[in-house]
């Protein structure tokens, strides 16, 4: 079972993201307050969960949160400051859409830009070790799982609504064959140096 946050008895959010090894979409973050009775023991770092627990996780996590918020941040930021400063971006848009303002922000990984006037503390692994940031991890994937698939209805050759975005061999086979699409990221290496595109 996951302790429910770091510091108890004050309004502490959790942040994680998804996304960031893709090759296109956007990067996605997500920022949970959970109640202090919360207790859920199906939630866990959500690359441990399944497609369906985690869609099914979602509906319990946004009833039961105090406050909960989604953000993107897209691919042509992510190539103008790079996807770790764009994953910190979409962290620190999604604590901004909070209704509520967290006295304590928990981060999963170990890199953050600090938060103004919010003190913050980053968990290497933190979306297998607190409630809120599993919960974060499960939103965020799934949000950007539902964005990634609605992308594949444009552009179907690519197998987003399987890889989303993940540089599988289908969706590389794809990029040799078809190209780069305007929702790739032309600053990730989209092949092997081996076979280059001209971008």
Known sequence: MLELQIHPDILECGTDEAGRGCLAGPVT??????????????????KKLSRKRRYE???IIEEQALSWSVSHVMMDTIDEINILQASILAMHQA?????LTPEHIAVD???????????????????????????????????RDDYMMELSKIH???????????PTFKHREAIKAFGPT???RKSFRLLPEQLTLDL
């Open 182 to 184: 305007s929702y790739h």
């Open 156 to 166: 179907p050759n690519y197998d987003w609504q399987n890889n989303q975005g993940y």
């Open 95 to 99: 604590i901004s859409q909070l209704k």
């Open 109 to 143: 990984g170990n890199k953050f830009t600090p938060y103004p006037n919010i003190p913050s503390t980053t968990v290497i692994k933190g979306d297998g070790k607190y409630l809120h940031i599993a919960a974060a991890s499960v939103l965020a994937k799934t949000y």
């Open 57 to 59: 996780l979602r509906p």
């Open 29 to 46: 973050a997500a920022a949970v307050i959970l109640p202090s009775d919360f207790s859920c023991s199906l939630l866990n770092d959500s």
